[in-house]
């Protein structure tokens, strides 16, 4: 049996006549399972074998032959991690973007917010009306529509209406 098999929690064992037994083995005890049980665990464990391994590994960069491409010095060229921990990057001293907004988009976005208040501000009271209840109460065209006795194309129109003036003043 070869190295890397010892470790593994399930086997495939060939029977006298030819046929095959697939166990897993858990928690101390062994199981039998039918073969696509086995090939499913055996899959899984392969992927997180890769997820917890493979990936956070140095890579070398290779040639067309498969061949450790060296520098200057004569060591191998390694690949960048595909994975990174948080910890890791905090331990090397990496600078990250901090997730606070700049003192500059949050200028940005007051104005925004100040430009969408006045461009609300323009719109006559059954249009403030429509938007109010859409936008800031959450009902939908169909139940706004039942609220003033009109179609849900007709809510639909006027919203689309109303959205370009606010755009076009925007």
Not at 48 to 72: F, I, P, S, T
Not at 156 to 163: F, S, T, V, W
Request: charged fraction near 35%.
């Amino acid at each position: 049996m070869k190295n890397w098999q010892k470790d593994r929690n399930y086997r495939k064992y060939e029977n006298a006549d030819g046929s095959f037994k697939y166990v897993i083995t858990t928690n101390g005890k062994v199981i039998e399972v039918s073969e696509d049980v086995y090939k499913v665990y055996a899959a899984s464990e392969r992927k997180m074998e890769y997820m917890e391994l493979d990936l956070k590994r140095d890579r070398v960069l290779q040639d067309r032959n498969g061949r450790a491409v060296l520098d200057e010095n004569g060591l191998p060229v390694l690949l960048p991690e595909r994975e990174v921990s948080l910890d890791k990057l905090i331990g090397e001293d990496w600078d990250y973007p901090s997730s606070a907004p700049s003192p500059e988009d949050m200028l940005v976005g007051q104005y925004e917010i100040e430009t969408l208040h006045n461009c609300l501000d323009l719109l006559d009271a059954d249009e403030r009306a429509l938007i109010d209840a859409l936008f800031f109460e959450g009902l939908t065209e169909r139940e706004y529509a039942l609220r003033i006795n009109v179609t849900q194309k007709t809510v639909n129109n006027r919203k689309q209406r109303i959205l370009k003036k606010i755009k076009n003043n925007f």
